[in-house]
Structure formats: structure tokens, C-alpha cells
């Protein structure tokens, strides 16, 4: 485990390293979230939006999308692809330490996909803040890894993962929400260099109440 200090450099290393075609396609997981209980675009949250696949998917379908992440060159990548896929007037890449900072306002729809890391955060704290900027009537979207993929930094280990429902308990947002989605489906996955395997997730879909 990295130190908390680390954090800006050790995602810093790790995209200047990688494919920066890696991560520039939607997750399958939130286009169909999305589609189902948020069709209709606002203003939307991508937390840890890496190479900016889910920001510039949104933002094609007219979402106005602030992207955060805490590395330089992610978010030079993400503002240059949007600009290519015609969006970058709807696409605002943001850089915070989400453990210190955090964007202020308030969104139609917050998504923390796949909001995880090697460094020692305040993971839990940071959902909790996620689900304070959800607007009302908005969402909150939670997509979190519940099995380590052959490509994980945790591959080898032995790591219990939490149960949807125990991811839920942990979030505990307070009242005025309902429960849109709480379960852990399974999935056939791609990892960085087209390895696939078949991965469980746990989907988290919160609406707040108007």
C-alpha cells in the first residue's frame, strides 16, 4: 500500500506509462445505467475519469460533464479527445486530490466508476461527499470492483470484497434517497494489454428525493 502523499505521483507515473488510448471507451456498465434511469442530460460528475471514456461518451449525449482526476497528463488526454469528439465546450476537466479537495456545486448525476487505488484515501469519505453534490431529483452512480481481474494490482492476493448490500451500508447517504440499483452482476472484461476475463461488479444507483 502507497502512502496518502503519493497519490498525485503515483497516478501522475501511471498515465504518463499507459496506452493513451487505454480507458477512452464508455464503460458498458454506466452507458447502461445512464440509458435506463438518467435519460434525459443535465449537469453531471465523472470522479476518477481517467482517459475520459464515460465524460466524453456523456457529453456526446448532451451532458455537461465535469471530469476529475488528480493526474496532469489524464486530464490533457481528456480535454484533447473531447475536443476531437467535437465536445470539449461540454467536457471541463478539473485536477483535485478528492481526498482534500473536492468540486464545488451540485449535479443532475454523480458517477464514481471503478473509484479505486493502491493509495491510502479516505475511499468511504469521498462517496459520501459524492452523494452530498448529487442535486435534487439526481443520481448517484457507484460502480465498484467485487473480484480482482488477472490485471489488478491485487491480482494474486487474497482480497474479500464487500457485498453490494455491504457497499450500500458503508455509503449510508442519510435519508431522502431510494434505491435504484443494488446488486453484483458479472461481466466479461478487457484489461490494458486485450486480455479478457469474466469480473463481478457492484452496481450502486442512488435517487435523491426533490
Known sequence: MHTDNDSASF??????RLDARWGTTAN???TG???ALAPTP???????CG???????????????TAVDIAPTALAR???????????????????????????????????TYFHTPVDIPRAQVLRRAAEAVA???LLLVVEHASVAPWSWQAGEDVRFPT?????????????WRTERCHSPRRTATGPQGRRATVTDNVLALRRAL
Open 28 to 30: 458498458t456498465v454506466l
Open 11 to 16: 497516478w501522475e507515473k501511471h498515465y504518463s
Open 78 to 112: 481528456v480535454a484533447e479527445a473531447a475536443r476531437g469528439a467535437g465536445v470539449g465546450d461540454r467536457v471541463h476537466p478539473a485536477r483535485h486530490d478528492l481526498a482534500r479537495t473536492f468540486p464545488a456545486g451540485e449535479f443532475d448525476l454523480v458517477s464514481a
Open 136 to 138: 435534487p431529483g439526481g
Open 164 to 176: 453490494a448490500e455491504e457497499a450500500l451500508a458503508a455509503l449510508d447517504p442519510g435519508e431522502g
Open 33 to 35: 445505467l445512464v440509458g
Open 42 to 48: 443535465g449537469t453531471a460528475l465523472d470522479l476518477g
Open 51 to 65: 482517459h475520459g471514456g464515460d465524460a466524453i461518451w456523456l457529453a456526446a449525449r448532451g451532458w455537461d460533464v
